[in-house]
């Protein structure tokens, strides 16, 4: 039979339980989804050596990495919320080997400023890409321009725009269409130290020059969207 347990020595305190938590395991590369977005099929030249996709949504991953995509563009919110699949897109990128951004879809008629935060405390770094703020016209809006003027989306551009870069002391990149910038922001050149992500369409014509916006070449090109 087992003896008495032993008492501590007089003046001992007792060992302390471990309390440390279990490292946990890495997430392996998976699908978050069973198809899409759709992957870019534009061809890949010496000019223009890598492809990426932006999402919204779930992606299959394990698709894009087979695919050769090299980097992702993911939403982490929109107006003033974060984007539900932001998280698991942004873990599951690391996980597969794929280089991540993330980006913010404007709204007219949401706080700029509380935009701007809400996207900070989101974006996780932001990853391999500068801060994106996507200015075009949201969804669910009437009329061309949700029925603001350009002076009003100027202004809401250039408080997001001011606010991300003092919180993330990172100048942003703009994404926008050529159509709805001329229209909706008066082909306004105030924003032109900020890199372009270029969204291609109705043309798609990636030696092109921007010619809007005072911005003489892209950075990044939206082949389809």
């Known amino acids: 039979t087992a003896g008495p ?17 279990p490292t946990p395991a890495a997430p392996v590369c998976r699908d978050l989804a069973e198809s ?5 099929v534009y061809p890949l030249t010496k000019d223009f050596p ?22 992702a563009l993911l939403q982490a919110t929109m107006g003033g919320k974060p984007n539900a699949t932001f998280s698991a897109n942004w873990a599951m990128a690391a996980a597969c080997g794929i280089k991540r951004g993330a ?10 400023e509380q935009q701007a935060d809400v996207y900070v405390e989101t974006a996780a770094g932001f990853g391999d890409f500068p801060p994106i703020v996507d200015v ?8 061309p321009c949700c029925e603001l003027t350009c002076d009003a989306w100027r202004s809401t551009v ?11 002391n990172k100048r942003p990149m703009i994404y926008t269409v050529e159509p709805f910038w001329k229209e909706c922001l008066c082909n306004t050149s105030r924003f032109a130290e900020h890199a372009l992500w270029l969204a291609g ?15 003489q070449r892209w950075t990044l090109y939206q082949t389809a969207g």
């Not at 879809?105 to 949401?110: Q, V």
């Open 158 to 168: 250039g408080r997001i725009l001011a606010r991300v870069e003092k919180r993330a």
């Open 36 to 40: 899409g977005p759709q992957f870019p």
């Open 103 to 112: 980006y913010r879809f404007a709204s007219p008629k949401a706080d700029p």
């Open 136 to 143: 075009e016209l949201p969804p669910g809006c009437k009329g």
């Open 5 to 21: 347990a032993a008492s501590p020595a007089p003046g001992a305190a007792p060992e302390p339980e471990s309390s440390a938590s």
């Open 50 to 71: 890598v492809r990426g996709f932006d999402a919204s949504s779930d992606v299959a991953w394990t698709t894009a990495k087979e695919k050769g995509i090299t980097f």
């Open 201 to 215: 369409y109705p043309r798609f014509d990636p030696g092109a020059r921007p010619g809007f916006g005072g911005w």
